[in-house]
């Protein structure tokens, strides 16, 4: 269906619904994204909002924008963050609240870093309900430890403009220097070997007990995140179209 027919089935929609019935064919959906860091979720996300229509929200740009916005939740949280201290389930939740009701969202959305424990899992079925979304789409990215390890370990940043190397995947074109600006590149702190292997086994810890309640739900299917993104892509589609 195109964005135009979309759009007429949506005020047919409006125009014939009754007082007493409200049609219920029109479901927004949500899609959550799982996997390590280094799986590749940010770009799949990316790629897959653009053609399902959805919405990509990440909760790392929604803190940014509470705190530009100097909100009352940025007012509760920015304390914690300025400690180093996690921003506690509760305050996580009241901020998706908020998104998911913008008219942005009304199709659906995609959540890529969110939800990370099993309370902010039930908590997003909770603040879901007043939206009728069908039950979640998850895609969990199975990349394998030492995959993730070598991604990770190559990657170099630009120390000016940001952008992002992978010596193995695809290097600058003069070893260490920038292809944009020339400028060095750089190694992140947490992209060592030793802290890479420690934020695996982190991730692996917390979101096991989050894969097993979506798989409970029989929601779960597993994308093969070792192959090419186009592939990737693929297979996601795949899944949503079903
Ligand atoms: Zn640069």
Redesign the pocket.
């Known amino acids: 269906m195109n964005s135009l027919d979309f759009q007429n089935l949506r005020s047919a929609q409006g125009k014939f619904r009754t007082p007493r019935f409200k049609s219920t064919w029109f479901q927004p959906r949500t899609v959550i994204l799982l996997g390590p860091p280094g799986a590749g979720k940010g770009t799949q996300a990316q790629r897959i909002a653009g053609q399902c229509g959805l919405k990509h929200l990440s909760t790392g740009d929604m803190l940014r924008d509470n705190i530009y916005r100097d909100t009352e939740l940025a007012k509760k949280a920015k304390p914690l963050i300025n400690r180093g201290e996690l921003v506690p389930d509760e305050i996580v939740l009241g901020m998706v609240k908020e998104r998911i009701a913008q008219p942005d969202c009304k199709n659906g959305f995609i959540l890529d870093g969110f939800p990370r424990t099993l309370r902010q899992a039930q908590g997003l079925e909770e603040i879901c309900v007043p939206h009728k979304s069908k039950a979640a789409t998850v895609l969990n990215f199975a990349v394998k430890a030492e995959l993730l390890v070598r991604r990770l370990i190559n990657r170099r940043i630009?120390n000016?403009?940001g952008?992002i190397y992978n010596l193995i995947e695809h290097p600058p074109e003069h070893s260490g220097i920038?292809d944009?600006?020339g400028?060095e590149l750089l190694q992140r702190a947490d992209d060592a070997e030793e802290v890479v292997r420690e934020r695996i086994c982190t991730y692996e810890r917390h979101t096991r007990p989050l894969i097993d309640y979506y798989a409970a739900k029989g929601v779960l299917h597993e994308v093969e995140g070792t192959s090419d993104p186009d592939a990737v892509t693929a297979s996601i589609l795949k899944v949503l179209n079903k």
């Open positions: 630009c000016k403009c952008h920038c944009l600006d400028s």
